[in-house]
Nanobody
Framework: VQVTESGGGLVQPGGSLRLSCSVS????????MDWHRQAPGKQREFVAR???????DYADSVKGRFTISRDNAKNTGYLQMNSLKPEDTAVYYC?????WGQGTQVTVSS
């Protein structure tokens, strides 16, 4: 099983990024997919989830700014992040069926 995140980088406050999560080795379409993040010196925290049905759930801190989505035909999930804040700086991890990626760094700074 491979879970691979991409799309991280450096962005100014107020900017946007779209993260991608490519999953192989499992039946992606029947599994939920999560995004978590871990900032320096802090515990990993939940960001968003998309269920196999397409229903979504978000942490309060990102509601209205982040959008999770999935393309089952491509075995890929996404996290669209808008109105980014410095406190969104973290390593972002994707997971599905309890398999995790290595993370992608997002830095929000002027």
């Amino acid at each position: 099983v491979q879970v691979t995140e991409s799309g991280g980088g450096l962005v100014q406050p107020g900017g946007s990024l779209r993260l991608s999560c490519s999953v192989s080795g499992i039946i992606f379409s029947i599994n939920a997919m999560d995004w978590h993040r871990q900032a320096p010196g802090k515990q990993r925290e939940f960001v968003a989830r998309i269920f196999s049905s397409g229903s979504t759930d978000y942490a309060d801190s990102v509601k209205g700014r982040f959008t999770i989505s999935r393309d089952n035909a491509k075995n890929t999930g996404y996290l669209q992040m808008n109105s980014l804040k410095p406190e969104d700086t973290a390593v972002y991890y994707c997971s599905s069926a309890n398999f995790w990626g290595q993370g992608t760094q997002v830095t929000v700074s002027s």
